[in-house]
């Protein structure tokens, strides 16, 4: 029964990541572009974890840490781009 | 122990992947930049923290170790959300609003800082 809600958890998740795609092509605003990127990257953690339950192994995770700090870090990067020009002044 | 523990997973994988897709969704329909961003941050958070509690669970039930590793990562998400979301905040303000569009800042004008006058005259 798990791998059944497994299935439809990487459904969701996946059609998420869809949608972000869509936003980052056809967004109106800059921040609305700077925030569907974020949110693409969490939803590739949520994608990554789930694939850790389906095979068993806590490999996984270490990988979707990197991608959080990653995510993170370049969602502030872009932010200071758009204000200022520069990342590190 | 075990059927609890498997209907625990599968309830915390369904519920949170319906809040994945409703957080995103609502980056697509919402019509306000500042509305936009409420749903992401918030919605979507909460749907990869109910992955990882039910790897953590899975992780009990199958296996001989305890694991709270998905903990950071949910702690990390926890704490850089906001960060993130302020400086989304501040593009969306620096790019598209005018002075005319924000509220009021009361008596300084730009900054709403706190008046001190009566003080000051007292001191001196």
């Known amino acids: 029964m798990i791998?059944?809600?497994?299935?439809?958890?990487?459904?969701?998740?996946?059609?998420?990541?869809?949608?972000?795609?869509?936003?980052v092509v056809f967004g109106a605003e800059i921040a609305d572009r700077i925030l569907a990127l974020d949110t693409m990257f969490i939803n590739a953690i949520a994608l990554m974890v789930l694939?850790?339950?389906v095979q068993g192994?806590?490999?996984?995770?270490?990988?979707?840490?990197?991608?959080a700090m990653l995510g993170f870090v370049s969602t502030v990067a872009y932010a200071r781009f758009?204000?200022?020009g520069n990342i590190i002044e | 122990m075990a059927v609890v523990l498997e209907y625990l997973?599968?309830?915390?994988?369904?519920?949170?992947g319906i809040f994945g897709l409703v957080g995103s969704f609502g980056l697509l329909k919402l019509n306000d930049a500042m509305s936009r961003l409420h749903a992401p941050t918030k919605a979507t958070t909460l749907g990869v923290g109910g992955v990882l509690l039910a790897s953590m669970a899975n992780a009990f039930a199958t296996g001989p170790y305890f694991s709270v590793h998905e903990l950071m990562i949910t702690l990390f998400l926890l704490l850089t959300a906001p960060i993130t979301a302020n400086f989304i905040a501040?593009?969306?303000?620096?790019q598209k609003e005018s002075q005319?569009?924000?509220?009021?800042?009361?008596?300084?004008?730009?900054w709403a800082t706190l008046n001190l006058g009566d003080a000051k005259e007292d001191k001196s």
């Open chain 1, 3 to 23: 791998l059944y809600a497994v299935t439809f958890a990487f459904g969701c998740f996946s059609l998420a990541l869809l949608m972000n795609l869509w936003k």
């Open chain 2, 100 to 110: 005319d569009s924000l509220p009021r800042a009361g008596e300084d004008g730009i």
């Open chain 2, 90 to 94: 501040k593009v969306h303000i620096h």
């Open chain 2, 9 to 16: 997973i599968t309830a915390f994988l369904i519920i949170s």
């Open chain 1, 57 to 67: 192994t806590r490999i996984y995770f270490e990988a979707s840490m990197i991608i």
């Open chain 1, 51 to 53: 694939y850790g339950i």
């Open chain 1, 82 to 84: 758009i204000l200022r």
